[in-house]
């Protein structure tokens, strides 16, 4: 992003992943995250940390405008008025509470309406805050995705807050910075340059084929969660669930995997339990699904780009975000639970070395001017062909506060996809929250499946710790030699059908 010369003021093209969100009102991505503090909000805390973030933010300040050549580009408003963005729910609308709702279902169900509410208004920069009751001690921040992505918001968000401890040890370095090299070594490496240049032309002509294959056709077999065109005109349902990132750790480790891998494998291995809850007098039918994974492919990451907002430092803002579509298999949730995390590692791990996610971000930046429809249909039908979209982000690892209030829980979903299932995860304080936004006609019971989520989890920690030093060893002694050793219960959380499992001989701290 660069400054306009006109008087000072912030002007700049959109993004081509923004002129997407911004082309169709009716597919116009938003951004809804909510916050819950131990406390009640403190209104005036909060228009106090938004007018830190608007002031470090140029973009929080612009609106799109269209100009005669048909393009759109942001520009900078001469004036914003904090109290135009906040909007603050009366006590006497919050009557939930009498009818036994928790505040959990409470805000989960609000977020849901949310997702539903028509097209942001262009008049003013394209962001709003809710406050809720007071009972709540919630906001639910909802930004257009034109804005930034995730990531950008989580370091926005983390600027504005206050962070105990050392710096580093409160928010990990996710991703390094950009490798800088001298003149004279760039010269010197100019023969293999031609190599490289090469190489990435044949990866963008691999990656361009792939997405035109999967524009025109679906790659994965028909099950009863696919898409299709009009799954974003659906109305949602939001399930909450939070994982140990200690029972993650254990699983990682044991595997050689991260943590994106360990996370993929327990929503897709939740996945198969759930289908095969929801047809129990039918065989399981192994099916291969499509599978989009969101990759942050700035040479930043959170911590990095919240110490430049707060030095005022040039950033890498807007959407720096590329999707990997990748085709998993679905094979029977009886069989071993560590199969997913295996297949999940090594599918990634091939996509990664080939890069192919900079790569097709690349090819995406090469078609803005030219292309634009046709990058649109381009993503509209890779949404449509895709069944389950997953995004996680690291947060922070030690608490953080809000003018002193301490915030018990962060959550982070987006509206207006055409995949029918969605999940985040965000980690926070030894802690990984997960947020489940489904197309209700498609998936009516969201609640059902994050308990199929939280069982896959448990299979998986208890496989990992009895897990023996090679995989060799482990399929040898039966899917099921794992299961005679542990003792737990899983609760239903909302699927009645679900009953305990228990196991005898000893439990597992």
């Not at 989960?108 to 008049?123: H, Q, T």
């Not at 995730?150 to 490798?179: E, T, Y």
């Not at 760039?186 to 490289?196: D, E, K, W, Y």
């Amino acid at each position: 992003m660069e400054k306009g010369r006109n008087g000072g003021m912030y002007e700049a093209p959109l993004s081509p992943v923004a002129h997407i969100f911004l082309s169709e009102p009716k597919r116009e991505m938003v951004i809804i995250s909510f916050v819950i503090f131990q406390r009640p909000v403190d209104v005036g805390a909060v228009k106090s940390a938004m007018k830190i973030s608007v002031s470090n933010c140029p973009l929080l300040r612009s609106v799109p405008v269209t100009r005669r050549s048909g393009r759109m580009r942001w520009k900078e408003l001469p004036e914003i008025h904090i109290d135009d963005h906040i909007i603050i729910l009366p006590e006497e609308l919050d009557v939930e509470n009498i009818h036994g709702e928790t505040s959990e279902t409470y805000i989960n169900a609000y977020v849901a309406e949310l997702a539903s509410w028509p097209a942001m208004s262009r008049d003013k920069p394209l962001w709003e805050i809710h406050i809720l009751s007071q009972r709540r001690r919630c906001i639910v921040l909802r930004l257009h995705h034109a804005l930034g992505d995730c990531v950008s918001l989580l370091a926005l968000f983390l600027a504005s807050c206050d962070l105990g401890g050392d710096l580093s040890a409160v928010i990990p370095s996710i991703v390094g910075g950009k490798n800088k090299e001298g003149l004279l070594r760039s010269i010197a490496r100019a023969p293999l340059g031609v190599c490289r240049l090469l190489k990435v032309a044949w990866r963008m002509l691999l990656i361009s084929v792939f997405e035109a294959k999967y524009t025109l056709y679906r790659m994965e077999d028909k099950t009863s969660i696919a898409g299709g065109l009009r799954v974003h005109l659906m109305p949602r349902k939001l399930a909450t669930l939070s994982l140990s990132m200690d029972d993650m750790i254990i699983v990682k480790n044991k595997l050689n995997a991260k943590i994106n891998d360990v996370f993929s494998g327990i929503v897709l291995c939740g996945l198969a339990k759930y289908l095969l809850l929801k047809s129990p007098d039918e065989p399981f039918k192994e099916a291969v699904i499509s599978v989009g994974n969101a990759f942050n492919v700035r040479g930043q990451g959170a911590k990095e780009l919240m110490l430049s907002i707060k030095e005022g430092d040039d950033i890498e803002w807007g959407n720096m975000v590329a999707v990997l579509h990748i085709q998993m298999k679905l094979v029977s949730p009886t069989k071993d639970p560590l199969q997913y995390v295996r297949n999940v590692r090594d599918t990634l791990n091939k996509k990664k070395k080939s890069n192919e996610a900079l790569t097709a971000f690349k090819c995406h930046r090469l078609m803005r001017p030219s292309g634009g429809k046709l990058l649109e249909r381009l993503h509209n039908r890779m949404a449509a062909h895709t069944s389950v979209t997953l995004s996680n982000m690291m947060g922070p690892s030690n608490p953080i506060f809000l003018k002193g209030n301490p915030v018990i829980k962060i959550g982070v979903t987006i509206t207006k996809q055409s995949t029918p299932l969605q999940v985040h995860m965000i980690s926070y304080y030894q802690k990984a929250y997960l947020q489940f936004l489904a197309a209700s006609e498609i998936i009516p019971d969201p609640d059902c499946l994050s308990s199929c989520v939280d069982e896959a989890l448990r299979d998986m920690k208890l496989a990992a710790v009895n897990m023996t030093t090679s995989d060799r060893e482990v399929n040898q002694a039966g899917p099921y030699a794992w299961l005679t050793k542990i003792t737990y219960s899983m609760p239903s959380r909302g699927c009645p059908n679900i009953q305990p499992k228990t196991f005898d001989v000893q439990t597992f701290n």
